[in-house]
T-cell receptor, first 113, second 112 residues
C-alpha cells in the first residue's frame, strides 16, 4: 500500500540553525500539507501546497518557514533559524483529487536545544 | 475562530462499547473526520462525515449532526489495541486544498 514517507525520523539541532525536513508524498497525490504537534498538544496546520505554490498558511508559518517541491517527488519544509519553541513532531500529509482523506507520514521529531 | 471540543480522556473495558463525542464551532463546514493516533505515531484516518447520519465501518461508526455541530465516534467490541488518542477534525471549506482543524484529541485507555 502506498504511503507518505518522511526523513529524518528525528532531528536534533541548535537554536538558530537551519533545518530541512523532507517528505515524499504518495505518488499520484496533488495536495500537500505540513502540520506540527507539540508534545501533548493538538495537531496544528502549518501550510498547504498545490500546483507548485502555497494555497494557505497559518499564523505559525511566518517568514522563518518555507516550503518547496524541488522535484517531482520530494516536498520539503525549511525552518531558517530554529527557536526552542519549534521543537515538535512535524507531519507531512498528502491527498489525492479523488478522496477526502489526508494520508499522514510517520513524522519528524524536531528537537531544538 | 475555530473551536473543536472533545473529552480529554476516557477509559473503557475490553469487549465493551465506547462513544467519543465531539462538538465544533467553525467558520464554515465541509466535513468532519476522525483519526486514530497511537503514541508517537502519525494520525491514521478512520472516518469522514459530510451529511447528517451514521457511517458504519466494521467496529467503528461515526455520526454527524450539522445543525447541532456535533459528532461522535462509536467503537464496538473494544480491543486492547484500540488504546490510542482519537482526533476529531473539521474541514472548513470545499476548496481543494483546505486544511483540517483538529481538536485536542481524546485519549482512550482500554482495560482488561
Amino acid at each position: 500500500e502506498p504511503e507518505v514517507t518522511q526523513t529524518p525520523s528525528h532531528q536534533v539541532t541548535q537554536m538558530g540553525q537551519e533545518v530541512i525536513l523532507r517528505c515524499v508524498p504518495i505518488s499520484n497525490h496533488l495536495y500537500f500539507y505540513w502540520y506540527r504537534q507539540i508534545l501533548g498538544q493538538k495537531v496544528e496546520f502549518l501550510v498547504s501546497f498545490y500546483n507548485n505554490e502555497i494555497s494557505e498558511k497559518s499564523e505559525i508559518f511566518d517568514d522563518q518557514f518555507s516550503v518547496e517541491r524541488p522535484d517531482g517527488s520530494n516536498f520539503t519544509l525549511k525552518i531558517r533559524s530554529t527557536k526552542l519553541e519549534d521543537s515538535a513532531m512535524y507531519f507531512c500529509a498528502s491527498r489525492s483529487t479523488y478522496s477526502h482523506e489526508q494520508f499522514f507520514g510517520p513524522g519528524t521529531r524536531l528537537t531544538v536545544l | 475562530g475555530q473551536n473543536i471540543d472533545q473529552p480529554t480522556e476516557m477509559t473503557a473495558t475490553e469487549g465493551a462499547i465506547v462513544q467519543i463525542n465531539c462538538t465544533y464551532q467553525t467558520s464554515g463546514f465541509n466535513g468532519l473526520f476522525w483519526y486514530q493516533q497511537h503514541a508517537g505515531e502519525a494520525p491514521t484516518f478512520l472516518s469522514y462525515n459530510v451529511l447528517d447520519g451514521l457511517e458504519e465501518k466494521g467496529r467503528f461508526s461515526s455520526f454527524l449532526s450539522r445543525s447541532k455541530g456535533y459528532s461522535y465516534l462509536l467503537l464496538k467490541e473494544l480491543q486492547m489495541k484500540d488504546s490510542a488518542s482519537y482526533l476529531c477534525a473539521v474541514r472548513r471549506t470545499s476548496s481543494g486544498n483546505t486544511p483540517l482543524v483538529f481538536g485536542k484529541g481524546t485519549r482512550l485507555s482500554v482495560i482488561a
